[in-house]
């Protein structure tokens, strides 16, 4: 099994700033891109970062300037530092991760994370 733990989401004031992580763990062979989504109440789930293991990100154009993915591969963990947060940030934000894993066939397959609340308190 693949599991994605996420850490880090909280209540905050418009401004203030969180850091989302995100660690992988698991019969995991490699993991290529990582990213985050969130989703709003009565809305869709939304990518709002994402990163390759070559380093090469995107962001949602609502994000970008605020928030910085980054990952470190060797502990199989994606970061998300989020920076001057909004109200209209509030959102769960999930981790994701396509993995490949070997045993008992090769298969590569898209992974959640369970979600991590982030508030942002006008």
């Known amino acids: 099994q693949v599991r994605l733990v996420e850490s880090g989401g909280g209540l905050v004031q418009a401004g203030g700033s969180l850091r989302l992580s995100c660690a992988a763990s698991?019969?995991?062979?490699?993991?290529?891109?990582m990213g985050w989504y969130r989703q709003a109440p009565g809305k869709q789930r939304e990518l709002v970062a994402t990163?390759?293991?070559?380093?090469?990100?995107n962001y949602a154009d609502s994000v970008k300037g605020r928030f910085t993915i980054s990952r470190d591969n060797a502990k199989n963990t994606v970061y998300l530092q989020m920076n001057s947060l909004k109200p209209e940030d509030t959102a769960v934000y999930y981790c994701n991760a396509a993995a490949l894993t070997i045993a008992p066939i090769p298969v590569w397959d898209a992974y959640w994370g369970q979600g991590t609340q982030v508030t942002v308190s006008s």
């Open positions: 990163i390759t293991d070559g380093g090469s990100t």
């Open positions: 698991g019969s995991i062979f490699r993991i290529n891109t």
